[in-house]
Structure formats: C-alpha cells, structure tokens
C-alpha cells in the first residue's frame, strides 16, 4: 500500500483502474464509418477520386471483347464488371452488378442484340447500350437506336469507345465518325434503299436470321449458331418469304446476298477510306 501512494502522481494519472471513462469512451470517427458503410456505396480506397462506373461488356468475337477490356481497364473512369458472349448470360450478369453502361454486339450466341437493348432498357432505363458491330448498314444502325441504344460504333471505330462512353453516359447520343456519313445519306434519300428493298418489313430477329442465311448458313448451322431448333429457323424462313414476297428457300438465299451486297457497296461509295 506504502509503494502505491508514494507513485508519481503522472503515473497514477495513467493507471487505466483510475480513468475508467477514458478507457470506454468510444471513437466517435469510427462509430460513424461504420454506420455509413451500411447505408452508402464504399469510397474509392485508392483515394484517386469517385467510382468508376460499371461496363458490362458482351460481344461474340473473343479478340474484340479482348481488346474493349483492355481499353477499359486504360481508362481511368470505367471498370469493366463482367464479359460474354451468349445472351442468356449477359442479362444475368446485368440483374446481378447493374452495370452504367453496356458494350454491345448486335450478333450474339442464343439470342441477338436488338433484343437484348431492348430487355436492358425495361431492366434498367437509366442504362446506356453502345453498340460496336460490324454491321454499319442504315437499317441496323436504325433498328439499334430503335431499340433503345444510346451510341453505335463500327469495328473500325473501336478507339472512340471511351470518348463514346463518355458521351452517352452525359445522356447524349454518339456515332462512329465512319458510320455518321451513312446515317445522313440514308436520311437525306428518306431511305429509299431500305424500303425499295422490303427488308425493313423484316422483324429483328428475321433480320439477324437474313443476314446469316446472306452469309452463306444453313439451316443447321443457323440452329447452332443461334441455339434455336431447326423448326424455329424454318418457320422464321417461312415468315420471311411470305413478307418479301418470295417462293423458294433458294430465292431468300439470293436475296439476302444481293441485300448484304448492295449495303457493302452503299458504304464503300458513302465512306472510300473504310476499305
């Protein structure tokens, strides 16, 4: 007892039993952190500046999805959330991170694009779709926009992407230097091609479909292609006919060639510098 009194009175001063309070006082920094971790969206740790906002990145070619990601991860505002190339998956992965923004091929497994721009923007209007594709006919370019995207790139104008995101994410809407001049020549014709030709009466999927069979694909390899059945393809092949006004499976095959034909030529003619 003797030793306890004759401590220095700083040293009691430090003697946790002496200063109960100070002990369980709580942090009150750290008491707030907590609770606004359970109620707001975390900061940026890197302490670089805000989130990055989310691109969920679909498309069928492997090297295309490749070099998007590459892009993005360069990027300082973007972050890529997830990548595809079936369309099934790529709704799934939109419900599960809610991406800002969606880089989209027209062209995908089990499904197309237009269906899906339009299945992204019931899911989340606030979400913009930027199409990059390599179909730059005016029709597709319509039938995208339609459907509810916000930007539309050609392949070759893949570099604009960021500047596109940037662009769409303000609520604007972008379009490829290469793919601009088509738009306004078709829009300047009052789309004459189009419609002269009976193709735009074509649903989006026939429209997919039609464009596939032009390429060459049978009626198996479409299935596959597209994960549908062989009877599914043959009545899109009916309905297409009877719109077109045609009788054979032989005549829709010409058809679609001379329209993918006619569309490569209106672009070499619109845009020399693209070949």
Same mark, same amino acid.
């Given at each position: 007892m003797q030793?306890r009194?004759?401590?220095?009175?700083?040293?009691?001063? $430090?003697?946790p039993?002496?200063?109960?309070?100070?002990?369980? !006082?709580?942090?009150?920094?750290?008491?707030?952190?907590?609770?606004?971790?359970?109620?707001?969206?975390?900061?940026?740790?890197?302490?670089?500046g805000?989130?990055?906002?989310?691109?969920?990145?679909?498309?069928?070619?492997?090297?295309?999805?490749?070099?998007v990601?590459?892009?993005?991860?360069?990027?300082?505002?973007?972050?890529?959330?997830?990548?595809?190339?079936?369309?099934?998956l790529?709704?799934?992965?939109?419900?599960?991170?809610?991406?800002?923004?969606?880089?989209?091929?027209?062209?995908?497994r089990?499904?197309?694009g237009?269906?899906?721009?339009?299945?992204?923007?019931?899911?989340?209007?606030?979400?913009?779709?930027?199409?990059?594709?390599?179909?730059?006919?005016?029709?597709?370019?319509?039938r995208a926009?339609?459907?509810?995207?916000?930007?539309?790139l050609?392949?070759d104008?893949?570099?604009?992407?960021?500047?596109?995101?940037?662009?769409?994410?303000?609520?604007?809407?972008?379009?490829?230097?290469s793919?601009?001049?088509?738009?306004?020549s078709?829009f300047a014709?009052?789309?004459?091609?189009?419609h !002269?030709?009976?193709?735009? !009466?074509?649903?989006?999927?026939e429209?997919e479909?039609?464009?596939?069979?032009?390429?060459?694909?049978?009626?198996?390899e $479409?299935?596959?292609?597209?994960?549908?059945?062989?009877?599914?393809?043959?009545?899109?092949?009916?309905?297409?006919?009877?719109?077109?006004?045609?009788h054979?499976?032989?005549?829709?095959?010409?058809?679609?060639?001379?329209?993918?034909?006619?569309?490569a030529?209106?672009?070499?003619?619109?845009?020399?510098?693209?070949?």
């Amino acid at each position: 007892m003797q030793q306890r009194k004759n401590r220095p009175r700083a040293a009691r001063a $430090l003697d946790p039993q002496r200063n109960p309070r100070k002990k369980r !006082s709580p942090d009150k920094k750290s008491v707030y952190r907590s609770k606004k971790s359970l109620t707001e969206e975390p900061d940026d740790v890197s302490g670089k500046g805000p989130t990055k906002a989310k691109v969920l990145v679909v498309h069928r070619t492997g090297f295309v999805r490749f070099g998007v990601l590459s892009l993005i991860a360069k990027s300082m505002q973007f972050v890529a959330c997830g990548e595809t190339d079936e369309a099934p998956l790529a709704r799934e992965l939109f419900v599960r991170h809610k991406p800002k923004l969606v880089l989209l091929g027209l062209t995908l497994r089990g499904g197309d694009g237009f269906q899906l721009i339009k299945d992204f923007c019931k899911l989340e209007p606030a979400a913009a779709t930027l199409v990059l594709s390599e179909r730059t006919d005016p029709l597709s370019v319509r039938r995208a926009f339609r459907s509810g995207a916000r930007g539309y790139l050609a392949i070759d104008g893949a570099a604009e992407m960021v500047r596109a995101f940037d662009e769409i994410s303000a609520g604007r809407v972008y379009v490829s230097a290469s793919v601009l001049p088509l738009i306004l020549s078709n829009f300047a014709a009052g789309s004459k091609r189009s419609h !002269s030709s009976g193709v735009d !009466s074509l649903s989006d999927r026939e429209l997919e479909i039609f464009s596939f069979i032009g390429r060459g694909f049978s009626v198996s390899e $479409l299935a596959s292609e597209l994960h549908v059945s062989v009877k599914t393809i043959e009545t899109h092949q009916m309905r297409m006919k009877e719109k077109l006004a045609l009788h054979s499976a032989a005549e829709l095959r010409q058809k679609a060639r001379e329209w993918l034909a006619k569309s490569a030529v209106n672009r070499i003619r619109e845009d020399p510098e693209s070949e």
